[in-house]
């Protein structure tokens, strides 16, 4: 069947069909049984066209539908095996940026399933869940992709830093206004919001130095480039050695949430539920001890 041949249909979350990075079939033989499957349906899902191929009506149906019945069958299969160990292939994506801050609950994770193959990419490009085939992703802050189904583990605490040379260089703000005079290092975002009390300020932070990496930017900072809006979990060791000071500290900036996000389905694989209990659990207790 095609849906279990491990070669997804399609992109879920879009309706342009995507083939995978690593596909586990031929593309031929998986194009003649998706074929074979819409003459035994009386039904086009695909309509091709000389730049590819975008799902119709029927598509997206039949791919939810069938998604939903693969997971029922996983779920299943996993409760009946023995002493309901997990077992398979896990995939799981995540942000480069924050990749060191789950990395033991992951090897923790494995160690506890060993009937599980684990399997990981960190990077800081967009991952398409479906499209290549990854159970779960750990992503940080706004989720552009709302088809996906996400559920919140934590919470990272932001704040502004300098290094001490640029302070002693161009001084340290200490008003949200006063951000315009400085050289920012930023992810490439468009505005800081911060607050004091029940009042809100938003400043559109002006520098040379982009990165879409949390590190980069705090080495940035650290090289006396100018002040940066990071995590406090990131900027933590940057601090304890004496590379980055807080600044502005009176104002308060908005926690960046963190999420595990899957592909849209009733039910829940069992794998991935585990793995969602199991970061909730050692994201509170990193929280804490920070």
């Not at 191929?53 to 996983?74: K, M, N, P, W, Y």
């Not at 704040?159 to 161009?170: H, R, V």
């Not at 920012?184 to 982009?210: E, L, M």
């Amino acid at each position: 069947m095609l849906l279990r041949s491990g070669q997804p249909l399609a992109a879920r979350h879009q309706r342009k069909y995507e083939w995978p990075a690593t596909p586990v079939l031929p593309k031929s033989i998986v194009s003649r049984r998706l074929l074979r499957l819409e003459q035994e349906l009386g039904a086009e899902l695909l309509a091709r066209t000389t730049r590819g191929a975008v799902l119709t009506e029927a598509g997206v149906s039949f791919r939810d539908q069938a998604a939903d019945i693969c997971a029922r069958i996983d779920a299943v299969r996993e409760e009946l095996s023995p002493n309901g160990h997990i077992r398979g292939l896990m995939r799981i994506a995540g942000p480069a940026s924050v990749g060191t801050l789950f990395a033991p609950a992951l090897a923790d994770f494995a160690r506890r399933h060993p009937a599980l193959q684990v399997h990981t990419r960190f990077s800081d490009q967009y991952v398409d869940l479906a499209a290549e085939g990854f159970d779960c992703a750990i992503r940080v802050g706004y989720m552009p992709d709302s088809s996906l189904i996400a559920r919140k583990i934590g919470s990272l605490p932001m704040q502004l830093y300098a290094s001490p040379g640029y302070i002693k260089e161009n001084g340290a703000p200490q008003y949200p206004a006063d951000i315009l005079k400085h050289s920012a290092i930023t992810a490439g975002t468009n505005s800081w919001v911060f607050s004091d009390g029940d009042q809100n300020f938003t400043v559109h932070p002006q520098g040379r130095f982009k990165a879409d990496n949390a590190y980069v930017l705090a080495e940035a900072a650290a090289s006396d480039l100018g002040v940066v809006a990071m995590g406090e979990m990131i900027a933590g060791p940057y601090v304890e050695t004496g590379r980055l000071v807080p600044i502005m500290t009176r104002f308060r900036m908005p926690d960046v949430g963190i999420f595990v996000v899957r592909p849209p389905s009733q039910h829940i694989p069992r794998k991935v539920r585990l793995l969602i209990d199991l970061l909730v659990e050692k994201f509170a207790a990193v929280s804490t001890s920070s």
